[in-house]
């Protein structure tokens, strides 16, 4: 869910894993990203897999909605998209 806010956006998410699996010893890490209507990338949240869901992720920033034309969750050490929207 993509939220308008006085101050700015707010983000809030649930990722379900396709695998199943989470490597002890490297777990899989994401970013969420937006682009604004300039083509400015701007990460707003990052975070690891730790089982095989993540509940309840919430982020924001300062940018206004209206500006906001896409965001996309990447894998962070490659920067290549799982998933990606507009807004």
Same mark, same amino acid.
């Given at each position: 869910?993509?939220?308008? %806010? ?10 379900? !894993? ?7 010893? +490297?777990? &899989? #890490? !994401?970013?969420?990203?937006? =682009? ?5 990338? =701007?990460?707003? $949240?990052?975070?690891? &897999?730790?089982? =095989? #869901? $993540? %509940?309840?992720?919430? $982020? #924001?920033?300062?940018? *206004?909605? #209206? %500006?906001? +034309?896409?965001?996309?969750? &990447? !894998?962070?050490?490659?920067?290549? *998209?799982?998933?990606?929207? =507009?807004?």
């Amino acid at each position: 869910r993509v939220s308008a %806010k006085r101050w700015g956006t707010q983000f809030s998410w649930n990722c379900i !894993y396709g695998n199943g699996e989470v490597s002890a010893s +490297k777990p &899989q #890490s !994401y970013d969420l990203v937006i =682009t604004d209507a300039a083509g400015v990338a =701007t990460t707003v $949240a990052s975070w690891s &897999q730790a089982g =095989t #869901s $993540a %509940k309840g992720l919430v $982020a #924001s920033t300062g940018i *206004p909605m #209206s %500006k906001i +034309k896409t965001l996309e969750v &990447q !894998y962070a050490d490659t920067h290549a *998209p799982v998933v990606r929207g =507009t807004v």
